[in-house]
């Protein structure tokens, strides 16, 4: 048996608009982690010539000279925290992209879809400005919106997809 598949003009708008902004906001982590890495003196030797000022690169930081230990210890979990922002964004976000717009096609109530869309987004960015700002429970919020809304929009795509 076929099915042709229909898709609302504004759950399509709003998982456009939110697949942007989570392509920028993993840019900017990204980005960020390169700036921390620079920092840390961790990036491969030859970026050296790229940034003189940032002093020796070896991949690991390890032959970086810096001002006081209490400076090295800032740097390097500066560069652990943007570390572990992309990762966390690398577990959660491509898997929320693919149950967005899997369930676009088949969601069985289209403002559900639209809620949890943005939902999705914004638990994405509040817990990476959190992460960032050392700000806790609210990063705590920010994952839990982000894996809740995404479990929602699975169940919505199911549901839709069981009554075609």
Not at 144 to 159: F, H, K, R
Request: proline fraction near 4%; glycine fraction near 10%; hydrophobic fraction near 45%.
């Amino acid at each position: 048996m076929m099915t042709t598949v229909t898709v609302d003009t504004g759950a399509l708008k709003v998982a456009m608009l939110s697949t942007l902004v989570l392509l920028l906001k993993m840019n900017y982590s990204n980005m960020m982690t390169g700036k921390h890495r620079i920092s840390a003196g961790g990036r491969p030797p030859e970026d050296a010539k790229l940034f003189p000022k940032s002093g020796v690169q070896d991949f690991s930081g390890d032959s970086k000279v810096f001002k006081t230990p209490e400076k090295e210890k800032l740097v390097k979990a500066k560069l652990t925290r943007a570390l572990r922002i992309v990762a966390n964004d690398l577990e959660n976000i491509p898997i929320g992209l693919i149950t967005m717009w899997g369930s676009l096609f088949c969601c069985y109530n289209v403002n559900a879809h639209m809620a949890c869309t943005a939902g999705f987004t914004l638990g994405r960015i509040l817990h990476t400005v959190c992460y960032e700002l050392e700000l806790q429970p609210h990063r705590a919020w920010g994952w839990g919106i982000g894996i809740s809304t995404s479990c929602l929009l699975a169940v919505n795509g199911v549901l839709g997809a069981l009554l075609l």
